[in-house]
């Protein structure tokens, strides 16, 4: 059994969270500068067991691609072709961020803890990625 691998795509940084190998829970990873992650992917493909990523797909609420998809579909483009026994899923990100803070709140984070300069919120935010994953597709 393999971990579904979530990803929430940044221009600097990226949030990243892993499930369990039974698929059960989403579990917040790590956050990573952009210009690591495509190594950081590759070193936990490596050593972890990664049945597919996940991709949070900033759209707008109209339904439309965000300006964020010209960085994203690239960095697809390049993982579907390093690792093509992994499929690349994508999912609707809108209002990810806002739930992060949300749950953060709601978790007894203090507001400097939140301010987002250690990456703690795309971490978040790439969990709540990969529970509506889960959700939607394995439930």
Known sequence: MGRI???DYGKKRCGLAA???MKIIANGLTTVATTELFDF???YVAKEQVECIVMGKPTKVTGE???TMKYITPFVNRLR???PSIPVEMVDERFTTKLAFQAMIDGGVKKKGRDNKNGTVDMVSATI???TYME???H
């Open 5 to 7: 691998l979530a990803i």
């Open 19 to 21: 499930s369990d190998p």
């Open 41 to 43: 992917i590759s070193q």
């Open 65 to 67: 691609d965000s300006e």
């Open 81 to 83: 072709k390093n690792f």
């Open 129 to 131: 990625i990969l529970q």
């Open 136 to 138: 939607s597709v394995l």
